[in-house]
């Protein structure tokens, strides 16, 4: 994984702008976007072979299932899913209206969702 936590910020701000990034935001944020996209388009590699620890861990929770089956849904969604990446605002009602026809997710449950893994949506936005 490329160091950016050791970059500079004109450094991070190239990168970022490379993936459509915001580049006007703080340095936290712009080191956890690029390492999120990196994972994400490189976790075929980083996990060819390894054994994860969901496989020797205890049963996952209700939330722990619900989150796996949203993350899935999303990843299968190219649109939905790029969008994602590039940290655009969702509209959280169509998003909820779309996910929850395949997955039944409550709309607080979704929220939850979102925030814990960084989804920017238009219901979200301020609720920190």
């Not at 996990?47 to 049963?59: L, M």
């Not at 899913?81 to 509209?91: F, K, N, P, T």
Request: glycine residues 4%.
């Amino acid at each position: 994984m490329p160091g950016y936590p050791k970059m500079s910020m004109d450094e991070l701000k190239d990168a970022a702008a490379r993936y459509g990034l915001r580049v006007n935001t703080s340095r936290r944020l712009l080191i956890h976007q690029l390492t999120a996209i990196w994972e994400q388009t490189h976790k075929n590699y980083t996990t060819a072979g390894a054994v994860t620890t969901e496989s020797i861990t205890e049963p996952q929770t209700a939330t722990q299932q619900l989150h796996s089956q949203l993350r899935s849904y999303i990843q299968g969604h190219t649109y939905l899913y790029e969008r994602i990446l590039c940290y655009q605002v969702l509209d959280f009602d169509s998003t909820h209206r779309q996910i929850s026809s395949k997955i039944p997710c409550q709309k607080s449950a979704l929220r939850k969702f979102f925030d814990a893994e960084g989804i920017v949506s238009n219901s979200n936005v301020g609720h920190h």
